[in-house]
């Protein structure tokens, strides 16, 4: 059984597409938020699943705080850390500890539009496609072996939250994906790029749903 603790900040509606999925050979032992008020913690007290808000304002500083919430995670002796919509920056420290181990979703097809607001600035560029990445997390924000990524096209008349809800609809499929892989160990790193072992054609990565989705 691989065990699975999930870092959120807010809403937590990817986390809760994990837990939905209910992967075979995987189990969620715990949900912890950095913001105490966060919505996620609700839901995961209501799957039965420990929920524990650590309010990184409560520490000196970003190491500090870091250091008690590896503390705080290894508890659950997790085999992976899921990122689900943390929005801190991680000390170097912290990534090393969960190196190979540690999965981000972000909502731009990587490397292009890393940081915050990315569905206003792909329209702002002009883009004809958007989409979402899941990769392993390095040290570099919203950088590292990239595990799956799914593509949506940016319509005309596209604002922030259309886009943004088009996007998250499949962020809600590649993620318990990606998971799945991943207890199933079948993810391979190899000079920084990932291939997906003994995966169907069609299904190695990528994911394009219909245009009218
Ligand atoms: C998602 O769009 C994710 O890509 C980004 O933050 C958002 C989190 O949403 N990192 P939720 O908390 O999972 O609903």
Redesign the pocket.
Not at 8 to 15: D, L, Q, T, V, Y
């Given at each position: 059984m691989k065990r699975i603790v999930i870092l959120?900040?807010?809403?937590?509606?990817?986390?809760e597409a994990i837990v939905r999925a209910q992967i075979p050979g995987a189990q969620v032992q715990a949900v912890i938020s950095n913001r105490p008020d966060a919505k996620?913690l609700e839901i995961a007290r209501s799957f039965g699943i420990a929920a524990v808000a650590l309010d990184h304002k409560a520490y000196a500083g970003r190491d500090e705080f870091d250091a008690a919430l590896a503390a705080e995670i290894d508890r659950f002796s997790p085999d992976l850390l899921v990122l689900?919509?943390y929005?801190r920056i991680l000390s170097d420290g912290f990534v090393r500890h969960y190196a190979g181990r540690m999965l981000?979703?972000?909502?731009s097809l990587l490397p292009c539009f890393t940081g915050l607001h990315t569905h206003r600035r792909a329209i702002e560029a002009g883009v004809k496609v958007a989409g979402?990445t899941v990769h392993f997390v390095i040290p570099e924000l919203d950088a590292g072996p990239i595990v799956i990524q799914a593509v949506v096209p940016v319509l005309p008349g596209d604002d922030e939250d259309s886009l943004?809800a088009r996007?998250?609809k499949q962020?809600h499929r590649i993620y318990p994906q990606a998971v799945r892989w991943f207890v199933e160990d079948r993810l391979v790193i190899e000079n920084g790029r990932v291939t997906v072992r003994d995966a169907q054609a069609g299904s190695e990565g990528w994911s394009v749903p219909p245009v009218e989705d």
């Open positions: 959120i900040s807010g809403r937590g509606s990817n986390m996620g689900a919509g929005m981000n979703i972000h909502p979402t943004a996007v998250l962020e």
